[in-house]
């Protein structure tokens, strides 16, 4: 059975910086893409940042871009998100996804992901 659980979410100031963590399990996640997404309250789920299997590729949504950093460890079937210079738009409910196939490329598209976490809270304050 797979599982991804995240961690590492929590309340910071704005301007602060987190790390996101989100470890997998049931199957090896090294030839997978992993991504992360966002919901804010009252909002549809939004796409925050992708990363290839290989680490070659990554995407992001322009909100994010040059805060936060999406990184893998392969060894360790984990995925990070280092967010930094935190706004409070950035508050939300952070999601790891993976895909049902391996060898895909990154895609914003939440249709492209089969596996999903629990979610960790995030909350900025100004």
Same mark, same amino acid.
């Given at each position: 059975?797979?599982?991804?659980v995240?961690? $590492? $979410?929590?309340?910071?100031?704005?301007?602060?910086?987190?790390?996101?963590?989100?470890v997998?399990? $049931?199957? @090896? =996640? &090294?030839?997978?893409?992993?991504?992360w =997404?966002?919901?804010?309250?009252?909002?549809?789920?939004? =796409?925050?940042?992708?990363?290839?299997?290989?680490?070659?590729?990554?995407?992001?949504?322009? &909100?994010? #871009? &040059?805060?936060?950093?999406?990184?893998?460890?392969?060894? #360790?079937?984990?995925?990070?998100?280092?967010?930094?210079?935190?706004?409070?738009?950035?508050?939300?409910?952070?999601?790891?996804?993976?895909?049902?196939?391996? =060898? @895909?490329?990154?895609?914003? @598209?939440?249709?492209?992901?089969?596996?999903?976490?629990?979610? @960790?809270?995030?909350?900025?304050? &100004?």
């Open positions: 059975q797979v599982q991804l995240e961690a $590492g $979410g929590g309340s910071v100031q704005a301007g602060g910086s987190l790390r996101l963590s989100c997998a399990s $049931g199957r @090896t =996640f &090294s030839s997978y893409l992993m991504a =997404f966002r919901q804010a309250p009252g909002r549809e789920r939004e =796409f925050v940042a992708a990363i290839a299997w290989s680490s070659q590729s990554t995407d992001y949504a322009d &909100s994010v #871009k &040059s805060r936060f950093t999406i990184s893998r460890e392969n060894a #360790k079937n984990t995925v990070h998100l280092q967010m930094v210079s935190l706004k409070p738009e950035d508050t939300a409910t952070y999601y790891c996804a993976a895909p049902q196939d391996p =060898f @895909t490329i990154p895609t914003p @598209t939440i249709d492209g992901y089969y596996y999903w976490g629990q979610g @960790t809270q995030v909350t900025v304050s &100004s």
